[in-house]
């Protein structure tokens, strides 16, 4: 890889937060909506990914989750290249015709 070549990578959010109680679902809301804001797109119920172009931005979107953590609750990042992102498999039983395989649209950087 020379040294101008940018290296896309996944940023990858996995979360686990308490909803029994009012304030407990307002606030993983809020971080849902938070993901959702910073260029996240909800992969399943609790895990949201975003792909960032290059180490700085990945580390300036995990300092961004971490300073939107809810109180309770556990969250998990992890961070993958782009090629490793693009080999994962999507395996649905009989899902709504709504599940979509990748993004959306297409990301410009």
Same mark, same amino acid.
């Not at 804001?37 to 975003?50: H, T």
């Given at each position: 890889?020379?040294?101008?070549?940018?290296?896309?990578?996944?940023?990858?959010?996995?979360?686990?937060? @308490?909803?029994?109680?009012? @304030? !407990?679902?307002?606030?993983? %809301?809020?971080?849902?909506?938070?993901?959702?804001?910073?260029?996240?797109?909800?992969?399943?119920? %609790?895990?949201?990914?975003?792909?960032?172009?290059?180490?700085?931005?990945?580390?300036?979107?995990?300092?961004?989750?971490?300073? %939107?953590?809810?109180?309770?609750?556990?969250?998990?990042?992890? !961070?993958?290249?782009?090629? !490793?992102?693009?080999?994962?498999?999507?395996?649905?039983?009989?899902?709504?015709?709504?599940?979509?395989?990748?993004? %959306? !649209?297409?990301?410009?950087?």
């Amino acid at each position: 890889m020379e040294a101008d070549e940018v290296r896309f990578m996944w940023l990858m959010v996995f979360f686990d937060l @308490p909803v029994k109680t009012k @304030p !407990q679902r307002r606030r993983a %809301s809020q971080f849902r909506q938070f993901l959702k804001k910073d260029g996240y797109m909800m992969l399943q119920l %609790s895990v949201y990914a975003r792909v960032c172009r290059g180490q700085d931005a990945v580390d300036k979107h995990v300092r961004r989750v971490r300073s %939107s953590l809810p109180k309770e609750g556990s969250v998990r990042t992890l !961070q993958v290249t782009d090629k !490793q992102y693009g080999r994962m498999e999507l395996m649905l039983g009989t899902a709504p015709k709504t599940e979509q395989v990748g993004p %959306s !649209q297409m990301v410009l950087l």
